[in-house]
């Protein structure tokens, strides 16, 4: 977020953009776009707009080596927004990007748990039924542990999941069991993925089986939405400043929280709910 370069200034009744955004989930495919542009003389100081695509920016889609999420790049040429459509408070951009953002990590475990699941059904069956040297390789100790380690990481991996939609419901914080959540998920379906492949052997390589396939697709997981690195930036400052505490589930936890963690009141006006806009 600080290293936002779009710019919005106002002109009359209106604001307009200039600038781009990369890497946009769903960006070619959006009618609309949630846009956080530096509105001050500080990247803090940015203002979140609703932009349909018919005020003017464009999309280029970003060909990657996945098949999910394809994101593209949009491109604002002093688009003109009305200021009716300034979402929340001007200036507060910020608080509400830190907001969804965290919507969209605590989905991405749960993306997780799906593929891996799948993945594991598939090792499964397949070591029960493909013989070498007369004997299912599911009765050698190498595929054995692979099998178990893999149910061990996805049933983790659930139940961090789990805990984040319950903190969600509860109307709690959720950024750091989120933070939690997302890192674990992501490395675990990474690496079931992986262990996957290698129980199948050159079949798993090949493109007449879906792995490979999830073989690329999954390791967006550990960048999208906010890197490993950054969650584990997120997760230790938390514990550090004593934002949180280790084991606390209770209904309380989170809420001292410092100032950029408070949810800022959105507009009496509610956001449209269709099409679905793009994240930008």
Request: charged share 25%; proline share 5%.
């Amino acid at each position: 977020m600080a290293g936002i370069r779009l710019r919005a200034w106002r002109d009359g009744g209106d604001w307009v953009l200039r600038g781009e955004k990369t890497f946009i989930t769903f960006g070619d495919e959006a009618d609309y776009a949630i846009v956080i542009a530096v509105s001050g003389s500080a990247a803090r100081e940015a203002t979140a707009f609703l932009v349909d695509r018919k005020m003017g920016w464009t999309s280029r889609p970003i060909e990657t080596m996945g098949s999910w999420h394809t994101p593209a790049a949009l491109t604002f040429d002093d688009v003109r927004v009305p200021a009716s459509n300034v979402l929340g408070e001007v200036g507060g951009g910020w608080e509400l990007a830190m907001r969804w953002i965290v919507r969209g990590r605590y989905v991405i475990p749960s993306q997780a748990v799906g593929t891996a699941e799948r993945c594991l059904h598939m090792a499964i069956a397949h070591a029960n039924t493909r013989v070498t040297f007369g004997r299912p390789i599911g009765e050698r100790q190498a595929i054995q542990w692979m099998i178990a380690d893999s149910e061990v990481e996805l049933e983790a991996a659930r139940w961090l999941a789990l805990r984040c939609a319950w903190t969600v419901d509860q109307g709690q914080p959720a950024r750091h069991p989120a933070a939690v959540a997302k890192l674990y998920g992501a490395g675990m379906v990474n690496r079931v993925v992986d262990r996957t492949l290698q129980i199948f052997g050159g079949m798993g390589y090949t493109r007449d089986l879906p792995i490979e396939g999830w073989y690329r697709a999954v390791r967006v997981l550990r960048v999208l939405e906010g890197t490993d690195e950054m969650q584990r930036m997120i997760i230790s400052r938390d514990l550090l400043r004593g934002y949180e505490k280790i084991g606390d589930t209770s209904h309380d936890r989170g809420r001292a929280r410092a100032p950029h963690r408070r949810r800022p009141a959105l507009s009496g006006r509610p956001a449209p709910r269709h099409p679905r806009p793009g994240r930008a």
